[in-house]
């Protein structure tokens, strides 16, 4: 056995061990104390977060509920399901919406054969001339599609909102109701004045072909003579439109009369002169009640609007009629961002309205 060979034995002398080092005492900080303003940017993080998935949740139920759907329906009396009267409401200005919504209606009556007559309550003193014009066109292919269509004015039927009436079979005013102001305007601010006062002046650097016209009634300088004589050409001709939709809807009804009126004028020795003159009524621009609309024929008879629904069953020849009003559907994502306040902001838009030359059918007092 003492021939069996041993594993090597390795021992370290004690004194080549290496020597730990000695103990370090480790002290534990109590956790830093976070700042106001770090916990209260880390509030708005945190609330912007869950406002991101609130609205998120708006937007997909608002796209789930309103998918296809472009109306809402209330029945106003009850009759027949194949005799229908539609109602539909034209309130404010008459702009790119207001004909976009009605655009729709027309859409889901025009080849409706259950809907037999069509009411429009008018209360709007108009708005854009093409606005204005298109609802025009949409209230004759009402009638095209073989729609009696009846007119009920509201406080308020003016200018292009008379420019679209005027095709009715007939229309209702109401008595203390404003209608007529059968006329064009083109209205822009000027600032020059302004910026004059305040050493600031608008560069403007136009294209050589287009330097006589390009930035005609510019905000920022007086007009020249032709540019006025240009627009007041346009208007005119815009004028000749309006008053031809008025006579072809009216037709014999329209009864034109010469109406006077006082003219003050400056004579050569600081003294002024009264003098009388007339235009015709109601092609001038002059606004109009309902009894006096009543007589020079730019409106049928004094009535409310129950008095049109029912004069449009008449017209209809309708036994039963159910009398049904329709409004611009709203989904939950409308009507929770419809809620907020005022908006003070200037839009770019807004800056572009201010700075371009609009043609308006619109009655205003400014």
């Known amino acids: 056995m003492s021939d069996v060979p041993q594993p090597p034995q390795f021992i370290t002398p ?3 061990v290496p020597q730990l080092a000695p103990s370090v005492s480790c002290q534990i900080l109590p956790p830093k104390k976070r ?18 998935l609130v609205m998120n949740f708006y937007l997909i139920l608002a796209l789930a509920v309103t998918a296809g759907v472009d109306l809402d329906t ?3 009396s009850k009759g027949s399901d194949d005799q229908i009267v539609a109602i539909y409401n034209i309130n404010g200005i008459i ?20 809907v037999k007559a069509v009411v429009l309550r008018v209360d709007s003193p108009g708005g ?10 949409k ?32 229309i209702y005013a109401e008595h203390s109701t404003i209608t007529g102001s059968i006329g064009v305007i083109a209205q822009v601010p000027n600032f020059e004045g302004t910026l004059n006062k305040i050493g600031m002046s608008m560069l403007v650097i136009k294209s050589t072909n287009s330097e006589v016209w390009k930035d005609q009634l510019s905000a920022f300088r007086q007009p020249q003579s032709y540019e006025i004589k240009n627009v007041l050409g346009i208007l005119n001709k815009m004028q000749e439109r309006f008053e031809t939709i008025v006579s072809d809807g009216r037709g014999d009804r329209l009864k034109p009369t010469p109406e006077p009126y006082d003219l003050e004028v400056m004579l050569q020795d600081g003294k002024t002169k009264t003098i009388q003159k007339s235009s015709m009524a109601p092609f001038n621009g002059n606004i109009y009640i309902g009894s006096k609309a009543e007589k020079l024929g730019l409106v049928d ?42 908006n003070l902001n200037i839009s770019s838009d807004t800056l572009d309205k201010i700075q ?3 043609m308006m059918m619109i009655w205003k007092v400014d």
């Open 301 to 342: 008879k004094i009535g409310y609007l129950e008095d049109a629904y029912k004069r449009a069953a008449k017209l209809a020849k309708l036994n039963d009629p159910k009398v049904v009003e329709y409004k611009k559907h709203k989904g939950t994502f409308e009507r929770f961002m419809g809620a907020t306040g005022p």
């Open 356 to 358: 371009t030359p609009r």
């Open 139 to 170: 209230v004759l292919a009402l009638k095209k599609a073989g729609k009696t269509v009846v007119v009920s004015m509201g406080g308020v039927a003016a200018s292009g909102g008379y420019y679209i009436s005027a095709p009715a079979d007939e």
């Open 74 to 76: 209330k029945t106003i």
């Open 35 to 52: 700042s106001m303003f770090a916990k209260f940017c880390s509030a708005i993080g945190v609330s912007v977060f869950l406002l991101s």
């Open 95 to 114: 702009n790119d919406k207001a004909s976009k919504d009605f655009e729709a209606f027309c859409k889901n009556v025009k080849d409706d054969n259950n």
């Open 128 to 137: 854009s001339v093409s606005a204005s014009d298109a609802m025009y066109h």
């Open 14 to 16: 004690v004194s080549q």
